[in-house]
């Protein structure tokens, strides 16, 4: 069984900045993409960035430029800096890993705020 467990989500005014990090543990032997989705009210889930094994990075037109994805694969840790955030980043932001395998796991979400 895999976990993944994320941290980091908050209120903040628009402009500000937050740090997402995504920790997976368990039965982990091979990670071929870990990755950020969001959820708004009354919108279908939505890939904001994603990272394979080897370090190749795939962002949401809406977030380029704004947010970075980046992971520790000693940890099997994902971690995503969002800068200057605006109200329409609101939503509850989930993990997810996929294995070499092809099995997926979502993290239990974190909610993000903006402000404006």
């Known amino acids: 069984q895999v976990q993944l467990v994320e941290s980091g989500g908050g209120l903040v005014q628009a402009g500000g900045s937050l740090r997402l990090s995504c920790a997976g543990s368990g039965s982990i032997f091979s990670i071929r993409v870990m990755g950020w989705y969001r959820q708004a009210p009354g919108k279908q889930r939505e890939l904001v960035a994603d990272i394979t094994s080897g370090g190749s990075t795939n962002y949401a037109d809406s977030v380029k430029g704004r947010f970075t994805i980046s992971r520790d694969n000693a940890k099997n840790t994902v971690y995503l800096q969002m800068n200057s955030l605006k109200p329409e980043d609101t939503a509850v932001y989930y993990c997810?890993?996929?294995?070499?395998?092809?099995?997926?796991?979502w993290g239990q979400g974190t909610q993000v705020t903006v402000s404006s």
């Open positions: 997810n890993l996929v294995t070499g395998r092809s099995r997926s796991y």
